[in-house]
């Protein structure tokens, strides 16, 4: 079985073409600029790589060249369209409305585009905009829609529910939804098997550091608690975004600077964050370039991440009632050792042992243990893989 994977913002479509068998990727690329002068897809197969430069004015001739792409004579995977036996999209957003992966109908189509727009309104209409377009070109083909919030549809009443009057939470589903599922997932699950046990058996806490971060607390394979909330502002400080702050804190600021609400969450989520602090970047390479060479407000910006980060490992140690593993992963979690290293320290009184001289090693793309081999809580850093995930529910689902 072959599944597509397609992942598609608002002027882009990044695509994986998935041999379940074998679960090898056989194809990958992306279209960049779609709507935008200059468009381009940059598309592998066959260990080569090619480069379409072709206008693609809207998502249909971008999924139309991606089916070209794949039937391509040099970095072609397959013959005919009819060898992709289903598509997997991406969704960020289910509100209330999906708990699971779901086969693509009309009605979906209809509640996706009717209800979920609002929570997440610059990712849900283009996955929706993905959608149609490869429902027109590839009519026949069955497809599912991948929730980034499914795998947080297990935390309970207490942990999902904010402080707010009951009435407006059943009226306008103002909760925690959590966001990066797919991944708290896959590296959750990789964690049991790498050492060898039973998720129903493990107990740990999932750090997904990138751009976007956030902690999950996994409890017998089953999400418990996770820091982002009702959307991806909540949780730890990040690359533009504030992460949790006092609602009053916001209306201050707002009425200081003459934002309007909707302004205000724009700021918090585009101009606030470690960029903020630092005044540097969003880039963690360059906050730690910046603290080689004396800048304090990377530092500050570096102390905040690690210290917020470790903070959420703590309470959800303490909401599982113990720890057997702390998992890193994402751009940050998977490449920057001294954010590994401040996060874990101190956290011996938990049974942490971490290894240092391990920390340091080589990305090589395979799951590294960081913790000392008696560590009573052990220490993995796992590469995420979003769009397998993906491809598995897909798969499952038909
Ligand atoms: P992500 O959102 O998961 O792609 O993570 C992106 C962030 O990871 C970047 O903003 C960087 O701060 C950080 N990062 C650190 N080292 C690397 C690296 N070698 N490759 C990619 N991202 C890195």
Redesign the pocket.
């Known amino acids: 079985m072959k599944i597509l994977v397609v992942n598609a913002g608002s002027s882009s479509l990044k695509y994986q073409l998935i041999d379940m068998e074998t679960e090898k990727v056989l194809a990958k690329g992306g279209c960049e600029r779609i709507g935008i002068p200059g468009s381009v897809l940059k598309a592998k197969g066959n260990g080569q790589e090619k480069v379409y430069e072709k206008d693609m004015p809207n998502h249909k001739i971008a999924i139309e060249l991606v089916l070209h792409a794949l039937r391509d004579k040099g970095i072609g995977v397959i013959k005919s369209m009819d060898e992709i036996d289903a598509v997997g999209h991406r969704v960020v957003a289910s509100g209330e409305y999906f708990k699971k992966t779901t086969l693509v109908t009309p009605e979906v189509l209809k509640t996706l585009e009717e209800k979920t727009f609002e929570l997440a309104p610059l990712h849900n209409p283009a996955a929706a905009t993905g959608v149609r377009a490869c429902k027109e070109v590839m009519p026949n083909t069955p497809m599912a829609l991948v929730f980034d919030t499914s795998f947080h549809a297990t935390m309970p009443e207490k942990a999902y529910m904010y402080g707010i009057d009951y009435e407006d939470y059943k009226q306008y589903g103002v909760r925690k939804y959590g966001a990066h599922g797919t991944s708290h997932k896959f590296v959750s699950s990789e964690a049991a098997k790498y050492l060898g046990k039973k998720p129903e058996q493990l107990k740990i806490v999932t750090c997904?550091?990138?751009?976007?971060s956030s902690i999950t607390a996994v409890d017998g394979g089953k999400c418990i608690d996770t820091s982002m909330g009702f959307t991806p502002l909540a949780g730890v400080l990040m690359?533009t975004r504030s992460g949790d702050i006092d609602a009053s804190a916001v209306e201050f600021l707002a009425k200081k600077k003459g934002l309007s609400h909707a302004d205000a969450v724009t700021y918090l989520n585009k101009k606030c964050g470690v960029a903020g602090i630092s005044g540097v970047s969003?880039?963690?390479?360059?906050?730690i370039a910046g603290e080689e060479g004396g800048n304090q407000r990377c530092a500050l910006a570096l102390d905040m991440f690690a210290y917020q980060t470790k903070k959420f490992v703590g309470a959800y140690a303490a909401a599982m009632g113990g720890l057997d593993c702390i998992v890193f992963t994402?751009?940050?979690g998977?490449?920057?050792p001294t954010v590994r290293a401040d996060v874990c320290e101190g956290l011996e009184f938990l049974g942490v042992k971490f290894d240092k001289k391990a920390n340091e090693g080589k990305?090589d793309g395979s799951i590294r243990e960081i913790s000392t081999k008696d560590s009573k809580v052990k220490v993995l850093v796992i590469p995420?893989n979003e769009e397998l995930v993906i491809a598995r529910e897909t798969a499952e689902l038909l």
């Open positions: 997904h550091l990138g751009n976007g690359g969003s880039d963690f390479r360059d906050l994402a751009g940050i998977e490449n920057t990305n995420t």
